[in-house]
């Protein structure tokens, strides 16, 4: 497979995985059961759409619509890293804390503690992977 059907690949397999832990409540991996569905409409909408793009420029291919797909994803890593990882490393504010806790208390962790940093959960750890081989995928096929 060429990387630009492994980059759609990762995409699409992402929006899958999303679709099934933004809208099925699979507890302790997610939780979801407590979500308004207007809620999850948007989460929907703010999650699929970058993805269905980038899935769709990198299989159209063309120097500057593949660019713009490499840029989409980045800036959905980046996004992704600045909420997660980011407070795991370096920890969060009372006001973080507490909404992660609120929206992600009792799901599935791994990692192990640092201090009082919110840990990831395993669900957006999985998301983070195929986020970053979907970047990586979309930046080989931009070259």
């Known amino acids: 497979m060429d990387s630009s059907t492994m980059a759609a690949a990762f995409a699409l397999g992402l929006a899958a995985y999303l679709l099934i832990t933004d809208w099925v409540d699979l507890a302790p991996w997610n939780k979801v059961d407590d979500l308004p569905v207007r809620q999850k409409l948007l989460i929907s909408v703010a ?21 713009l797909a490499l840029l ?10 600045a ?22 208390g009792g799901t599935t962790t791994f990692l192990p503690a640092i201090g009082n940093h919110p840990i990831p959960n395993a669900q957006h750890v999985v998301v983070g992977i195929l986020m ?12």
């Open 47 to 67: 999650n699929y759409t970058p993805l269905l793009f980038v899935s769709v420029a990198v299989l159209l291919g063309g120097g500057l619509l593949v660019i």
């Open 83 to 104: 909420y997660w990882w980011l407070p795991y490393l370096r920890g969060a504010s009372a006001d973080q804390i507490a909404e992660r806790e609120r929206l992600f």
């Open 72 to 81: 989409v994803g980045v800036v959905d890593l980046a996004m992704h890293v």
């Open 132 to 143: 970053a081989s979907m970047v990586a995928f979309t930046a080989v096929s931009a070259i």
